[in-house]
């Protein structure tokens, strides 16, 4: 009897190479040898009839006479089936990735191992090398097993044969659907809080000079899928290595996750006696919490593989210039080569360090024909050629510049800057190398109307340390829109900015002290806000921020997307500067909206419903990593967890904007519909009947506002209660909510009253009380008749008004009753039939009903 086996708790990358492993053996039995993680038991719950595995317990272990070990190399991982991987007279075949130990308990003709980042890859690799036949949910199987253990193919060691295992299963029909279902799991109640828990637990840890997240928690009952949290963990704070652990039914579970070439996961795994590979590794420690986490600790430093030296990542020549140069020379050397600094002397003697930034201020203040060594630093910090990359990063990080000289023997032999490290660490060059850019200051003086403005900000700057332009507005000039708000962010007492500001062009200054802010009106309406240069804290997920005191730097990190985190300077002689710090002006050339870091949605969930409406106003797109972090947020639930008025607003305004088809399909995309009521269909449907009403509402309502017949769209599908209730939740005024709920409830009966009605009067009567949103959500989805009729009513009957009145009335000797208003409805009654044409006709059919 032939049996395939793997380890317990078993995953995709495991569980599908159990199945691929049946290819290569048909009469084999695939067995499983203890619990499955929750996403595979789900999976395969519902597939047990095609897939055919069976029980441990159904197979008899003293029948076996060949056993096909998968995805590990540890015969304590198999349960049951130990006894039989050391049975000298079972024939055991081994296949595995990564790990290179000597296997005492098989022969070494019996094993397959490969680096794949998946085992996944190399067993679909075998199948395809021997032409091998799958069905399509073998080949779902396939594919979730390599997204699995290789973070869709983004963690550290994928190689191109991953990628080409993929694509092969999607060639063999793998469902997409299928694979996201499964692959981004829904989180029950235990596991939200365990999740929770483990994130407020999570502490950093060094690991020679490698930040290894770890975060140890007691559970009072068990929780399947501690390898599922770890996953959302990494996700939501994008960290290079993990390491989490859970105490529950007098255990503790250990998940291992490292996205770090060089640290190993498995060597950490295996201070609590468990294993795995380089990526990804999982142990169960029968000892306490804290006696895990101190074996997890003491296995960090031993865990590092060989370390990245500063000899490898520096970049070469190292240009030096003499001090005698002028700072005009090194500035001019500094553009030619794109560099932050320049050393100063020559290989062999080092006297200084000039920084790009230290030149511009020289300039500035009329010194370019200055010697480099009157504005240069003498206290130069170096490394040698062995220097480890950890090391080297917190040189650079605390070294004026971003600079690091590396010496050898005395002689300067390259240099390591940010962007070395950014390329070392395969992550994308930022904006730190050149925060600098064009010069706005023309831009900014050609600004219809604000030219006043920006000649008083530069009179009263002096005093300050820094005065910009921030925000929206800077992502507004570079664009060339012709509209936007002045916001003003000051180095020092922004108040006392504003009041300086507010003499200078006569007008006066609104402080608020609590905030450091003030607003400063002039003239005939003209307003500019002006805030202190702050940080800001978030105590919990949506929160309002605590503030502080800050840099510009500082001020500009704390928003929302580097497109709106650049500055422009003000200050005299510097006035006109672009600062650019995260890259937003490439951002911006490229049409990218970007995070400025990795708990941006989970400090303020609402800018997921900015970062869309970006995406369609400007036809930018979230960059995958984005795109990543906000679904991450929505799956943790923060969009629902934020009070209903900030939810309203953010859904006003993105509903508000001129186009938002591309923005109802992103926010289905991303969850966020659901997230805020999950009968909210934001499909293309309702893309298509948005298309529709927007056509209809500017022909004919232009004054019905746009985002609520938008949201009526959206809430379709809601009964009367639930739509009552979404307005209670996002706490909408109560005539907008009555507005959606009679246009939802009502439309579709507009439609079939429509069709039916033939006199015009009837035909205004039924529709006229819901007009405008009932009228026109009916008319948008209306055919035949009903939308012949619909459209008389908006484009003949809508506009009827009666010429005269009741004070008509009143001189023809009706006094104030009743009568007055059935008299109007009965002549309004008769025009819009066609019976009365002008006032004399309206005043002659008063009368005789007057007489009647």
């Known amino acids: 009897m032939e049996v395939i086996v793997t380890h317990a708790n078993t995953d995709f990358d495991a569980f599908a190479a159990m199945l691929a492993a049946r290819r290569l053996y048909p009469g084999a039995v695939v067995a499983l040898s203890g619990s499955l993680n929750r996403n595979v038991r789900d999976f395969y719950r519902l597939h047990a009839e095609e897939l055919k595995v069976v029980e441990q317990s159904r197979v008899d272990l003293d029948a076996i006479t060949r056993l096909i070990v998968v995805e590990t190399s540890h015969p304590s991982r198999l349960g049951d089936f130990e006894r039989v991987a050391r049975d000298r007279n079972v024939e055991v075949v081994l296949f595995d990735h990564h790990g290179d130990e000597e296997l005492d308990w098989l022969r070494a003709e019996n094993v397959v191992r490969s680096d794949d980042g998946a085992l996944t890859t190399t067993m679909v690799s075998i199948l395809a090398e021997r032409e091998l036949d799958v069905t399509p949910l073998e080949a779902t199987v396939f594919a979730l097993g390599i997204h699995e253990d290789t973070g869709s193919l983004s963690y550290a060691g994928v190689s191109l044969r991953d990628a080409e295992a993929l694509a092969w299963c999607l060639r063999h029909g793998a469902s997409q ?7 981004h799991a829904p989180l029950g109640e235990g596991e939200r809080g365990l999740l929770d828990a483990l994130l407020a637990a999570a502490e950093n840890h060094d690991a020679e000079g490698f930040d290894v997240l770890v975060s140890a928690v007691g559970w009072p009952e068990y929780v399947e899928g501690v390898s599922n949290l770890a996953h959302k963990i990494v996700d939501v704070t994008d960290c290079r290595a993990l390491v989490c652990l859970v105490e529950m039914d007098e255990r503790v579970f250990c998940v291992v996750r490292t996205r770090v070439a060089e640290l190993d996961a498995a060597a950490i795994a295996q201070a609590l006696g468990g294993g795995g590979h380089a990526q990804a590794a999982s142990a169960i420690h029968k000892g306490s919490l804290e006696e895990a986490r101190q074996l ?10 060989r370390r990245t030296t500063a000899a490898e990542i520096m970049s070469r020549p190292a240009r030096f210039v003499s001090p005698e140069d002028s700072v005009a020379h090194a500035m001019i050397l500094c553009q030619r080569h794109r560099q932050s600094g320049i050393q100063v ?6 006297v200084g360090m000039v920084t790009r930034e230290d030149l511009d201020k020289a300039i500035a203040h009329g010194l370019s024909h200055a010697p480099v060594k009157s504005v240069m630093s003498s206290d130069v910090v170096t490394c040698s050629e062995d220097t480890p990359l950890p090391q080297v990063m917190r040189l650079v990080s605390a070294s004026e510049g971003g600079r690091v000289p590396v010496v050898r023997d005395g002689e300067v032999v390259g240099v390591v800057t940010r962007s070395d490290l950014l390329a070392a660490l395969d992550e994308p060059l930022g904006a730190e190398e050149e925060p600098g850019g064009p010069d706005l200051g023309g831009r ?7 030219q006043v403005v920006f000649e008083a900000v530069q009179a009263v700057s002096h005093p300050f340390e820094g005065v910009y332009l921030v925000g929206g507005a800077v992502r507004d000039v570079l664009m060339g829109e012709p509209n936007f708000d002045v916001d003003i962010a000051v180095e020092g007492d922004g108040i006392a900015f504003g009041r300086a500001l507010a003499r200078a062009l006569g007008g006066r200054v609104v402080p608020h002290e609590k905030f450091g802010t003030a607003i400063v009106l002039y003239g005939d309406g003209g307003r500019v806000d002006v805030a202190t240069a702050r940080t800001e804290f978030y105590d919990h997920p949506g929160a309002l921020p605590t503030v502080e005191q ?11 997307f580097t497109i709106n985190a650049m500055a422009v300077s003000l200050k005299g002689t510097d006035f006109g500067r672009l600062v650019d710090y995260f890259g937003g002006g490439r951002d911006l050339a490229a049409g990218v909206v970007r995070v400025l870091h990795n708990l941006s949605f989970i400090d303020d969930p609402t800018r997921i419903f900015r970062a869309v409406r ?15 972090l906000a679904r991450a947020c929505v799956e943790m639930d923060l969009v629902g967890e934020l009070s209903g008025a900030r939810v309203r607003d953010e859904l006003q305004a993105l509903l508000s904007e001129e186009r938002v088809g591309d923005s109802v399909r992103r926010l289905a995309e991303l969850g966020v519909a659901r997230a805020i009521h999950p009968h909210l269909a934001a499909d293309e449907e309702a893309v298509s009947l948005i298309e529709e009403l927007d056509h209809l509402r500017a022909t004919h309502a232009p004054e019905a506002p746009a985002w609520r017949v938008r949201l009526a769209v959206l809430a379709r599908g809601l009964g009367s209660t639930e739509i009552l209730g979404l307005g209670e939740q996002l706490k909408l005024r109560r005539r907008d909510a009555e507005r959606i709920a009679d246009a939802i409830t009502v439309a579709p009966r507009l439609r079939e009253l429509a069709a039916s009605t033939r006199k015009p009067a009837e035909l205004w009567a039924r529709v006229a009380p819901h007009d405008p949103d009932g009228a026109l959500l009916a008319l948008a989805g209306s055919k035949g008749k009903a939308r012949k009729r619909l459209e008389r009513y908006f484009e003949e009957l809508r506009g009827v008004r009666l010429e005269i009145s009741g004070g008509d009335l009143a001189e023809l000797g009706l006094g104030e009753s009743p009568q007055v208003g059935q008299v109007l409805e009965e002549l309004r009654r008769r025009k819009l039939n066609g019976e009365l044409d002008g006032r004399a006709a309206e005043l002659k059919a008063a009368k005789e009903l007057l007489k009647a």
Do not use: C, W
Request: no cysteine; hydrophobic share 45%; charged share 20%.
């Open 177 to 183: 659907d299928m694979i996201a279902q499964y692959l």
């Open 296 to 305: 997890v600790l003491a296995a960090l430093p031993n865990a590092v593989k």
């Open 345 to 350: 002397g020559e290989p062999t003697n080092l």
């Open 444 to 450: 900014l003086f050609a600004l219809e109307g604000l």
């Open 550 to 560: 800050a840099s510009i730097r500082q001020d500009l990190y704390r928003r929302d």
């Open 614 to 628: 970006y995406e369609t106003r400007y036809g930018f797109h979230m960059d995958a990593h984005t795109v990543g």
